[in-house]
């Protein structure tokens, strides 16, 4: 029969194994007997080994029999190690160096017998590698760093809480929109996970329907042009509820929020107030003033008084309609990817009702009145289930509770519906001046907290991998939706890791509409870019607070200004001609220390992405990387040396490729951020810059003429072209002396405010020289006047120090009378003789001057 020539574990074949056995029983033919060793030690009883049946336990017996045994010192192969050799099926590892010497040395005799002399290949050990990171995400289900390991092989399934639409989209929602967008894109391109990414939009909501009617009914009112001193008469008493919810109010952000409405609205009422009381007629200049302060409390006034008169469900449907499409066009000017399934709740009221129904069939919830409710005791007293798993500790929190229920489902006739203060409304029976639905309970609507489950397990199923949302919403929103999602699945893990993004703050609050302390992202957008929005949050930790402040946009501005420096000045670089093959340099001591840094670098940002994304140290990383590769261009120039092309290539590539990963740069070019503005279609770089480096070069040789024949109006004219014309089209020429002139393609505002903070420090030194210049005038003036002055007369000068001199006008006496000391005489003396000297300084210098 055949050999096996498959391969084994240990690298060889069967092919290799057959022939060295082959070997071994030929060898055991020449030997009869066992033969001992030449230094007179015992021969190799190896009986022992064929009681031990487990490799790596035989392995380490034979090294610690082999290390009291010597069989280097005239050692003679016997039939014994040809035995003991067979048993073994690969070398013994290294640490097992008796073994490992012992099983070499008698490979190489059998090699040697069963080649008759030819040297073959010796064992092959494989290295041991070093254990790669794993990617661990922070997981709001335990409060730590957990391995990321998907359900189903490569398969992500994510499901994130989408917007309430019922006003414009804030920078708050931002932080939580692009930090999950980071994410998202660096699973899906860094660690090549493919996620399915599924967002809802909530447009039936308490929020939608109280701000719908307060609209409508504030456009009804301003319709029918109340007079003045009827607007003066709702205003005041709007305030009085309004005083009440302020006296009310404990959150200290929401009631100095309150406070600036109520100091508002009382300025704008005071004239009004004061023509009533004079007699005075109030104008409409007035009154429209007032109402502009008190609109917010004015229609909370009307909708309390006729908001049940609301009748017209087109009325709840405009509003999150428009603001919706608002939403998507701030996720497109932000860079933000869309989602893969986007869901309504308004198109899933079916899905959601069949929901409620089984979660009510399970037993764990219950109708009354015509709301459903879940039953929180019930469900948490169940073996297989636990409620509040994310903040078990905010069970209980009321204010919590009922901020989760809705403004328009806390009342008291609503709250006594419930078993227990804890449960939540799955299904709410309508009022009027709100939407409805059918349902087996009666007309109604969606609770909150059902409409994620139904949606997002219609679409996902039983479990999905990663859930997001923001931090405010762990208690109770996703803890109810855990609750009523495992309740209808019957499982205990809908979600296996949950995503919370930390809050944006804006001068030390928590920005959102409630606080009407928030910047739209259009207004953020009219202030910087978007890349310089996500650079922001790229260089925060993704779940932790990030203030919105000048100093945070102006670190972004400066670290965006820095990379796109290093990729124009490599863009520069690559540009210079060379031939196919002149691109490859020698690499000396200075290219192998940068690219065993970058090599470093990248290991460290994998390091940093592993660990729950870190961009923060990913991003800081890849600044030390620039400027590491920043010296080494500016030594190889310094040295009139061309930098390495290639390696500089990889370097820029790598960076721009990751800042791709983050969402930074959008646009197919290989090196850098896109030149010509979002939606440039045209490669502007390869388009206009071979014309640029024309106009370059012909720059740079008219510049070496006019240095040559000393020719000032064409030098200036080169520099007005470098400093007021090209930045105008967005383009730089960088002149180095005795190197080419670079040019470089930028942002044209971004040049302008360069040449702009150029004349401002070109003015300051200009300003320090001519102040300079004043100075040493006034110090040249003032030696001039004291060279003019007799070394006789210096002294008597000063008559509130000295009262009596000596013939040549040396000082005898102070002020006082009295007679000046030796050591004082002394001083004065070489005073004395210092402008003695100077003054026959000042007679030569006109003597001179009047002989010349």
Sequence with gaps: MAPNHSPLKDGSSAAGCFRTRCCIRFRLQRFHRIEMAASGDQAFDYGFLLRISEESSRVAALNEYLSTRSYLGGFVFSRADAEAFALLRRPPAEPLSHALRWYRHVAALLRDSCTKGKRVQPPWTPPKGTEPPKLCLYNSLTRRKEEFVPQNGNKVLWYCCGPT??????????RSYISFDILRRILMNYFKYDVFYCMNITDIDDKIIKRARQNYLLEQYIAKKPAPAQILEDVVTAMKPFQVKLAETTDPDKKQMLQRMDTAVSEALAPLQGAVQSGAAVT???????????????????DSQFGSQVTDNSIFSLLPKYWEGEYHKDMEALNVLPPDVLTRVSEYVPEIVEFVKKI?????????????????????????????????????????????????SISADRLSEKRSQNDFALWKGSKP????????????????????????????????????????????????????????FENDHWVRYFLHTGHLTIAGCKMSKSLKNFIT?????????????????????????????????????????FMNEFFLNVKDILRAPTDLTGQFEKWESPEIELNQSFCDRKAAVHVALCDNIDTRTALEEMRAMVSQSNTYIANRKSAKLAPNRVLLQSIATYLTDMLKTFGSIEGTEPIGFPVGGHGQNVDLESTVLPYLKVLSDFRE?????????KVTEILQLCDAVRDDILPELGVRLEDHEGLPTVVKLVDRETLLKEREEKKK???????????????????????????????????????????????????????????????QTKKLRKLYEAQEKLHKEYLEMVQNGSNS
């Design 360 to 408: 009510v069939d399970n037993g764990y919830g219950y109708v009354s009145n015509g709301s459903v409710y879940f039953d929180t005791v019930k469900f948490d007293a169940s073996e297989k289930h636990s409620y509040a798993k994310l903040v078990p500790e905010a069970v209980g929190d009321q204010k919590a509770l009922q901020e989760g229920e809705g403004d328009l």
């Design 284 to 302: 409409h200049s007035q009154a429209e003033v007032l109402l502009e302060e008190a609109k917010d409390l004015l229609s909370d006034w009307l």
């Design 701 to 709: 040789g008219v510049r070496k003429i006019a240095r040559e024949k």
């Design 165 to 174: 639409v019922y006003d414009a989209s804030h920078m708050g929602h931002a």
């Design 521 to 561: 992202i259009k207004d953020a957008l009219a202030k910087h870019t978007a890349r310089q929005l996500r650079l922001a949050f790229l260089m925060h930790s993704w779940k932790d607070t990030l203030d919105y402040s000048p100093n945070t946009m102006e670190s972004a501005i400066q670290y965006e200004r």
């Design 433 to 488: 001046g709100e939407p409805s639905w059918e349902s087996p309970w009666g007309k109604g609507r969606p609770g909150w907290h059902i409409e994620c489950s139904a949606m997002a397990g219609s679409i996902l199923g039983e479990s999905m991998d990663i859930h997001g949302g923001g931090f405010d919403l762990r208690f109770p929103h996703h803890d109810n939706e855990l609750a009523q999602s495992e309740a209808f």
């Design 761 to 823: 420090v070109e003015e300051e030194k200009r300003r320090k020289k001519e102040e300079a210049a004043r100075k040493r005038q006034e110090q040249e003036m003032a030696k001039l006047a004291k060279m003019k002055i007799p070394p006789s007369e210096m002294f008597i000068l000063e008559a509130d120090k000295y009262s009596r001199f000596d013939e040549t006008g040396f000082p005898t006496h102070d002020s006082e009378g009295k007679e000046i000391s030796k050591g």
